[in-house]
């Protein structure tokens, strides 16, 4: 009987551990997925949309100045910075099958169309969030919490 309960505890510790005991994908295949998942132009993309920003936030600096910033070097060094993070929750077989997605019509539609897709969702959510903003800002205003120019009412005590 004795036996019989170590077996199966053993079978649930196994069980428990799940993915411990998954193999890790290789540096290799990390790669690989990276490169079907068209990594190298989403950083391409976000460097654009940071060097508008920054041209923005910085006038005094040429935008050009900024294009750079993600270089092939810096591609480089992001996709190497990056694979621990696929090993540590991705098990060999499943980056196996993120790969064979990918490479699909659909997985490459997806490559293909997420900027924009991303894009379309990020600005519907700044809309949402600054009507929602406006209509806490109304509430609070109507309960009295903030004065009509959004900032806390002066409290009495002579600290505002």
């Known amino acids: 009987m004795a036996g019989k309960r170590m077996v199966i505890l053993a079978a649930c510790a196994a069980l428990a551990a799940g993915?411990?005991?998954?193999?890790?994908?290789?540096e290799a295949k990390v790669r690989e997925l990276m490169q079907v998942m068209n990594v190298s132009s989403q950083f391409a993309a976000m460097n654009d949309q940071m060097a508008e920003v920054m041209g923005q936030q910085l006038p005094c600096v040429p935008t050009d100045y900024w294009k750079d910033y993600i270089d092939k070097t810096g591609t480089e060094q992001l996709i190497t910075a990056m694979i621990p993070a696929y090993q540590h929750h991705f098990s060999a077989d499943e980056v196996d099958g993120l790969i064979k997605f990918y490479k699909s019509p659909l997985g490459q539609k997806l490559v293909a169309q997420m900027p924009a897709t991303l894009a379309e969702a990020a600005q519907s959510g700044q809309q949402w969030s600054r009507?929602?903003?406006a209509d806490m800002?109304?509430?609070l205003q109507k309960q009295g919490k903030l004065g009509a120019d959004g900032r806390c009412p002066a409290t009495g005590g002579?600290?505002?």
């Open 137 to 139: 800002f109304s509430d």
């Open 131 to 133: 009507q929602r903003t």
């Open 158 to 160: 002579g600290h505002g």
């Open 19 to 26: 993915p411990a005991f998954a193999s890790q994908p290789s």
